[in-house]
T-cell receptor
């Protein structure tokens, strides 16, 4: 069966520090992968998606970036975090226009 | 541009009462709509999708193209239904992007 992992589960970082969040999927190949940010009162905002290795589409301008170095690995990064980057980050995958499967999320606090 | 609106941030009902979570959408094509749910300390997961016309945990949702709505309903709410509910719309093409509403936090009181 397919599973999706995210780490770390929680992260506290100072303003201006770099960021790397990792998402991996098991049990499937060539999935579409997605990064969302979930903020209180703002719902789920799609940040990036990828339909294949090295293919990244950005949905919103920001100081975050994403990469997909392997088929089942999706990384969210930043060179310098801002206070406004705090939030709950979710990774998801799908292969059809049907269900998206979400990871457990990473709670990021930027101080 | 596509948009999903959930007008209620919070909804509180008593156990056994009917519940309706509202969702309106804006989309130029033929919409595919979903309801996702996030229970406390659990992952966000699919509750139901309109194309399958199924009832999950007693919840149903009917797509009304005239009113551009996809409201989620349950005749008798249970305490375990307390959760965050998101309505979502999928865009066309092979990227399968979901546009989510801002969510409604449902609390079912005993």
């Amino acid at each position: 069966s397919q599973t999706i992992h995210q780490w770390p589960a929680t992260l506290v970082q100072p303003v201006g520090s770099p960021l790397s969040l990792e998402c991996t999927v098991e049990g499937t190949s060539n999935p579409n992968l997605y990064w969302y940010r979930q903020a209180a009162g703002r719902g789920l905002q799609l940040l990036f998606y990828s339909v294949g290795i090295g293919q990244i589409s950005s949905e919103v301008p920001q100081n975050l970036s994403a990469s997909r170095p392997q088929d089942r690995q999706f990384i969210l990064s930043s060179k310098k975090l801002l206070l406004s980057d705090s939030g709950f980050y979710l990774c998801a995958w799908t292969q059809v226009a049907d269900t998206q499967y979400f990871g457990p999320g990473t709670r990021l606090t930027v101080l | 541009a596509q948009r999903v609106t959930q007008p209620e941030k919070l909804l509180s009902v008593f156990k056994g009462a009917p519940v309706e979570l509202k969702c309106n959408y804006s989309y130029s094509g033929s919409p595919e709509l979903f309801w996702y749910v996030q229970y406390s300390r659990q992952r966000l997961q699919l509750l139901l999708r309109h194309i399958s016309r199924e009832s999950i945990k007693g919840f149903t949702a009917d797509l009304n193209k005239g009113e551009t709505s996809f409201h989620l309903k349950k005749p008798f709410a249970q305490e375990e239904d307390s959760a965050m509910y998101y309505c979502a719309l999928i865009s066309g093409g092979s990227n399968y992007k979901l546009t989510f509403g801002k969510g409604t936090l449902l609390t079912v009181n005993p």
